[in-house]
């Protein structure tokens, strides 16, 4: 079992920045590929950005290429998600993910993907 534990939601004006956080606990961190997901009221939920076990391949939803940033510390059994340039069309419950990786280089882009789920931080954009 892994869990997960997502912090740093709020609620910011458009423009700004968040950053969020994800503390992983139960299994070693670093055999994990890691992903971030939103999902807005009315919506389904939808990828944002994934990292690799090793950090060193990540993945962006084009709606956040460019004003993302996902990265992770395997020591500290941690994933982030720099969010700037905030806009309300961010506003949505942030979703971190889990799954065991073979792979050290791989990503997963699918919620279906993912076996492990945290219980998620809300993130709310105004004009």
């Known amino acids: 079992q892994v869990q997960l534990v997502e912090s740093g939601g709020g609620l910011v004006q458009a423009g700004g920045s968040l950053r969020l956080s994800c503390a992983a606990s139960g299994r070693t961190f670093s055999d994990y590929a890691m992903g971030w997901f939103r999902q807005a009221p009315g919506k389904e939920r939808e990828f944002v950005a994934a990292i690799s076990r090793s950090g060193g391949n990540k993945y962006y939803a084009d709606s956040v290429r460019g004003r993302f940033t996902i990265s992770r510390d395997n020591a500290k059994n941690t994933v982030y998600l720099q969010l700037n340039s905030l806009k309300p069309e961010d506003t949505a419950v942030h979703y971190c993910?889990?799954?065991?990786?073979?792979?050290?280089?791989?990503?997963?882009?699918?919620?279906?993907?993912?076996?492990?789920w945290g219980q998620g931080t809300q993130v709310t954009v105004s004009s």
């Open positions: 993910a889990a799954r065991f990786a073979s792979g050290s280089g791989s990503v997963y882009l699918t919620t279906s993907e993912y076996r492990y």
